[in-house]
């Protein structure tokens, strides 16, 4: 488990990238568009190197710049500056705003020229890790710099970095809406990471409490160590940890470095008994520790490339003793060195592949994106099963010194009793350990009942074991697209759930760019051939359901779906032709999508096999007959009783027998009650639109009473009690549509509007802070804050939002009038 850790700090921070080629071609500007989604700029620059780092903006506008070849140019360690220009063009007549990212945490400075269409300098901004990190534009772990480009123009852009760690230009385009919907998908992803890390660190330090066996200490010391190492890699460090300190967050990476490496050497001397089977050795990496010890202080006197060769020199060389001590133990009859070489293999696989993404010499693609978060917790269950067997080898040892012993047999019954128990403890943990996976398993699986514009959604889901290769989705698409998918991975188990995993992960990064199942498919189908090295592959079927109930749907080897038609009480079946996923790229030829239709009252159900091949005592199966024959019997059921009543046949009919197949059933209903509130919702927005907003109410209210959380009825009778003066009801019901909604910001202003209304300046100046928040240069949010501010008492603040207005708006006479009163009281 250390050496792979000790290579991923190596590689991250010191491989240095290929060099970079020429090209005669000049860059293209960069045409902005309001759906840009992480453009690399590196196509669109233009690089030079500055070797003595003293060329001013000037010298640089007159200096010749080579076509970088590269979508992220990137340089290793160097003591020249760089250079990068490129053009940005808005063709369109409004101005777009938009984001440059650096997405490279530690660079040390970044500056930005703009420069106009005829090389005048416009203005210039500053960035870096050693500033502190208030200083930034934008609260987020990369350096963000937002433009805004008027209609019709043409500006330049020259970025000059100067760093002492490696020279990265991964510099990238975003919109605004697209950079927060990024930016909230990074968030939840490192959550979910930092937490099940967490649980590990948390679980083991119980273990340890509980048996005081060291190397569980030592194991939870390196988690926390490598888990803020992790941090800092990120940016995390420094923005939640220490955003004052830049001098500490430029240099504590090597820090932490170290001290990962030393908890996981003493790891590896408790786990592997080194003391017992390699004593000379033990000796040596207790030195080894010693020596990383006294280099701890070092990154706080030593400069960055001095420490990069000593990091390199010390974590190699421990790297190395540690394989040795490994290798040896295995071959000394410590059965748990076996599993503990894999873990480290495994690791350093995912490392070489994160290191190469990282350097632009493998794509940015969802696979080389996560496969270090994600073998960091599959070294988790590997390292469980390194317990599970050391406990056998335990067993092992235990049962031959009783055939030799047996005349000691009642002098060593203490002993032997002892032993015994330590091993059922061990078995118990291993046991909570998996207990754990298919926790996390299950917590993947979206909540059901789902309800969406009329799509109700029901699942259920029963492993055969503590984790399954079965899982289902819901997601929420483009458009206003609803898509459900059930899938079913080979195999059973631990490694049926990483598989899982895996595709989860895939089809969640497919749905963001396609609609259409097919497409999503091939996607998914390229990820999994790249990262499944076994026979073992993925069944599926997607259905995508529009908001006018039109569907599309795809399968690829799975069961076919059944629709129940309920006014004509007949079943339907939908398929299509295609293979597994994950087993060969040729299967992208064979996906197609089928189209169809379903109407209010209509039931979909997808299931995996382990539900009709349920055997029973008999040896009968469940079959799909008898799956149709309880689908017409609960038609007239609600869709949550319908899925338990069926679910519960299923249980009840394979009571007699042992589970041999995950079960998993998804039901999908058209709400029949939707028509008559989309009817009234029409209605009442009709009568809104004719600014008739007290008979609107009326129409909107009955859609209410069908469906209590229906996010449009909400929107349409909040906004016409706002026109009818009606303040405080319709301050509630915008909060009700504003709950999943958040990033609209003109409904989060008419709810700071009907507070302010109501005199609650309070909430209104809170909800105006957040529409102007969301929403550039939103002139009427910025004047109900300083109004609010004003009418709170906050003079000073309300000053300085009129003067704000002021200067983007100088014949704004409201709020000339407001700074004058103001100013004068």
């Not at 060969?584 to 064979?590: I, V």
Request: hydrophobic content about 45%.
């Amino acid at each position: 488990m250390s050496a792979r850790h000790i290579i991923t700090a190596v590689i991250i921070l010191f491989i240095l990238p290929a060099s970079q080629q020429t090209s005669a071609r000049a860059a293209e500007p960069l045409e902005l568009t309001s759906t840009m989604s992480g453009i690399p700029l590196g196509r669109h620059m233009e690089i030079l190197e500055d070797p003595a780092g003293s060329l001013n903006i000037r010298g640089a506008a007159r200096a010749t710049f080579y076509p970088s070849r590269e979508n992220y140019p990137a340089f290793g360690l160097t003591r020249s500056a760089y250079w990068a220009r490129f053009s940005v063009r808005n063709r369109g007549r409004s101005a777009v705003t938009w984001h440059l990212e650096a997405a490279y945490p530690h660079l040390d400075r970044i500056e930005v020229y703009r420069l106009d269409a005829k090389g005048g300098l416009i203005e210039k901004r500053a960035a870096g890790d050693l500033y502190p990190f208030a200083s930034r534009e934008m609260e987020h772990p990369n350096f963000v710099f937002s433009y805004i480009e008027e209609g019709e123009s043409l500006h330049h852009y020259y970025v000059r970095v100067k760093t002492s760690s490696s020279m990265n230009l991964h510099f990238a385009a975003w919109s605004p809406e697209e950079f927060r919907r990024d930016d909230g998908r990074m968030k939840v992803l490192f959550g979910v990471y930092y937490g099940a890390m967490l649980v590990m660190v948390i679980y083991n330090l119980i273990i340890f409490f509980s048996l005081l066996d060291r190397s569980y200490l030592y194991y939870v010391l390196y988690c926390l160590a490598f888990i803020v190492f992790q941090l800092c890699m990120n940016g995390l460090a420094f923005q939640l940890l220490w955003p004052d300190f830049p001098w500490w967050a430029n240099r504590s990476l090597f820090f932490w470095v170290l001290l990962a490496v030393i908890f996981a050497v003493q790891f590896l001397r408790y786990f592997l008994e080194t003391s017992r089977y390699v004593p000379l050795l033990d000796r040596v990496l207790i030195a080894n520790t010693l020596v990383l010890a006294a280099a701890l202080p070092a990154p706080f006197f030593v400069g960055y490339r001095q420490m990069v060769v000593v990091s390199v020199a010390l974590t190699m060389g421990t790297a190395m003793v540690l394989a040795v001590a490994a290798i040896r133990v295995l071959l000394l009859g410590n059965r748990a060195a076996r599993l503990y070489i894999i873990t480290w293999a495994a690791f350093w696989i995912g490392t070489i592949v994160f290191s190469m993404k990282l350097f632009s010499v493998m794509p940015d693609i969802v696979v080389t994106r996560w496969l270090l978060q994600v073998v960091s917790l599959v070294q988790m269950v590997l390292l469980s099963l390194c317990l599970a067997d050391k406990i056998n080898s335990m067993t092992g040892q235990l049962e031959a010194l009783n055939l030799n012993l047996e005349n000691k047999v009642h002098e060593r019954t203490g002993e032997l009793d002892s032993a015994l128990m330590i091993m059922k403890m061990k078995e118990a943990e291993l046991q909570k350990e998996f207990d754990l996976a298919g926790d996390i398993q299950q917590g993947m699986l979206p909540r059901t009942p789902f309800y969406h514009e009329g799509v109700r959604v029901k699942a259920y889901y029963r492993s055969m074991g503590k984790v399954g290769g079965d899982f289902y989705d819901i997601f929420h698409m483009k458009g206003g697209y609803t898509g459900v998918l059930i899938a079913d991975a080979s195999g059973h188990g631990m490694p049926a759930a990483f598989i899982t995993a895996l595709a989860k992960i895939s089809f969640a990064e497919a749905i963001q760019t396609s609609l259409f199942p097919a497409d999503i498919f091939r996607h998914v189908n390229d990820e999994l051939v790249k990262a499944i090295r076994t026979d073992d592959f993925v069944t599926a079927f997607l259905v995508v359901i529009s908001p006018t109930y039109d569907v599309f749907f795809c399968n690829a080897s799975h069961q076919k779906a059944l629709v129940y038609r309920r006014d004509s009480g007949t079943f339907a079946t939908w398929d299509t032709r295609g293979l597994f996923m994950g087993y060969t790229q040729d299967a992208n030829n064979m996906y197609e999508d089928g189209q169809s239709r379903l109407e209010y009252g209509d039931r979909l159900v997808l299931y995996t096999d382990g539900i009709v091949g349920c055997s029973g005592g008999s040896g009968e199966t469940f079959g799909e007959r008898r799956l149709e024959r309880l689908i017409v019997e609960t038609s007239s059921l609600p869709l949550d009783e319908a899925v338990e009543r069926v679910s519960r046949a299923c249980e009840e009919f394979g009571a007699g027998a042992r589970q041999i197949d995950d079960m998993t059933l998804v039901m999908v209903e058209i709400d029949p009650a939707y028509r008559e509130l989309i009817e009234y919702r029409d209605r009442g927005f009709q009568l809104m639109w004719r600014q008739r907003y007290r008979d609107a109410i009326g129409p909107l209210r009955r859609a209410l009473e069908i469906n209590a959380n229906d996010e449009k009825s909400h929107l349409f009778i909040g906004e016409c009690y706002l026109k009818n003066g009606d303040y405080e009801e319709a301050a509630g019901h915008l909060l009700k549509y504003l709950h999943n909604n958040e990033f609209d910001a003109n409904v989060w202003y008419d709810l700071a509007w009907a507070r302010f209304c109501l005199n609650d300046f309070a909430a209104s100046l809170k909800y105006a802070i957040r529409a102007n928040g969301l929403k550039v240069n939103f002139i009427d949010a910025q004047m109900l804050c300083g109004i609010s501010m004003k009418k709170t008492g906050d003079r000073a603040g309300a000053r300085r939002v009129f003067e704000k207005i002021l200067a983007a708006d100088p014949e704004n006479e409201i709020a000339a009038k407001e700074l004058r009163e103001v100013e004068h009281e």
